[in-house]
């Protein structure tokens, strides 16, 4: 493996970046016709490029076999790059050492674009320092690409607070899953802790589990014991609308989430867009780009999985 190699993902990751790519050429083409200030920011942005195996195939009677290939292509930052009109100011974020060093290499390439590379705890710098008089006259998108549940709703409330950015998330719908056990006195203070870390607040325990009347045993003595434990009544789908309820608080819109992956089961992310801008013009924009691209990938890919 080189030293910038960076694996990541799996076909999701695909149309995940496929959808982020449309949405930033519309957004760039549609504000550069009335804002001479629009950037984006890389909040967990990797290295600019992915590595990714392609398994080998076996052959048959009709086809050679193929051994396996290992293929370098653009992560998200090298795509925002990529996009034409170009954005006035990229900010790329990023803790891992070699990551920002990839970043640096990516920036020193391309001196005709304006490239800020922060080393860093994306949550630490977001929250120390999005608060800014300028965004009255600056737009931005945002994408927050995660490893797990790293995100904390403090940065997205910073985020919000701009009322300038619009936001990807790739929310880790599983990691939710995984850390709200379905059983409630499973769940330990660690656990408990991310959860309400990333959620803002500790009213998941009441709106997603339920006292679950167990049939009573009998104990040693022939007692009946009937316990009432805290059960998690709420499935995938209504875990990604509290999600979404949850956003909605402090965004002035959220489109419906796109579930990933499409095709294996179960869903372990909900890709969602959130509209900071409160004005009519910027949430119908983000509205006709978002859902626009959101169908036409829906469809792309139910289509190569033959659904
Ligand atoms: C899933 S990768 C992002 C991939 C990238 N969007 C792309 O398409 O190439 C997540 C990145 O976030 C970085 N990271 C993890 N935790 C972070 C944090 N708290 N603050 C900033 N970066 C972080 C990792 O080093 C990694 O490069």
Known sequence: MAADDHEFGGQHTEIKLAIVEQYLKRYSAALHTWCDHV???DAFAGTGKRTVRVKAREGDLLEEPVPEQVEQR???AQIAIDIKPPFDRLIFMDMRHKHVAALLSLKAANTHLDIS????DAN??????????????TRAVMFLDPYGMAVEWATLEKIAATKAID?????PLAGLYRQAARDMSKIDTNKE?????????????????SKAKLAPTTDLLGYLDSDDTLQRNADVGALEQYVKRRLKSIFA?????????????????????????PSAKAINLARSFGSDILKSTGRASRHRSGR
């Open 39 to 41: 950037w984006y920011i």
């Open 167 to 171: 936001v990807w998330y790739l929310f």
């Open 117 to 120: 590379v922060l080393k860093g």
């Open 253 to 277: 819109e959220v489109l419906d989430p796109y579930p990933l992956p499409v095709v294996e089961k179960p869903q372990r992310f909900s890709l969602f867009c959130a509209i900071s801008n």
């Open 193 to 209: 802790a991310a959860i309400t870390r990333m959620l803002g607040t500790d009213d998941w325990k009441t709106e997603l589990y």
């Open 74 to 76: 653009r992560g998200s």
């Open 124 to 137: 630490e710098l977001i929250q120390k320092e999005i608060a800014w008089d300028g965004w009255k006259r």
